[in-house]
Nanobody, 118 residues
Framework: QVQLAESGGGLVQAGGSLGLSCAAS????????IGWHRQAPGKERELVAV???????NYADSVNGRFTIFRNNAKNTVYLQMNSLKPEETAVYYC????????????WGQGTKVTVSS
């Protein structure tokens, strides 16, 4: 079992910045990849960014160049730095971990709310 604890959400003005963190904890697991997703009211959940064990990253086209995903392996924590935020990016942001323990599993965090005011 792996637990994901997200933090860092809040209220920010359009054009501002906010950082999110996702800390993974548990016993005997290896992280294959951690991704940040978001779900705006009335919309489907979408992938924002992902970082793999190799260090490779991918971003949604809509955030490329403004968001940065990075990690601290020693802390099993992945961060999402969001710059130049837009009101339409108001959403609940979730982290998702693809891990290998006794088997390969995926886990979701509880989500953290980001509100971008215009």
């Amino acid at each position: 079992q792996v637990q994901l604890a997200e933090s860092g959400g809040g209220l920010v003005q359009a054009g501002g910045s906010l950082g999110l963190s996702c800390a993974a904890s548990g016993r005997s697991f290896r992280i294959n990849a951690i991704g940040w997703h978001r779900q705006a009211p009335g919309k489907e959940r979408e992938l924002v960014a992902v970082i793999r064990s190799s260090g490779s990253t991918n971003y949604a086209d809509s955030v490329n160049g403004r968001f940065t995903i990075f990690r601290n392996n020693a802390k099993n924590t992945v961060y999402l730095q969001m710059n130049s935020l837009k009101p339409e990016e108001t959403a609940v942001y979730y982290c998702n971990a693809d891990v290998t323990g006794t088997g390969r599993m995926k886990y979701w965090g509880q989500g953290t709310k980001v509100t971008v005011s215009s």
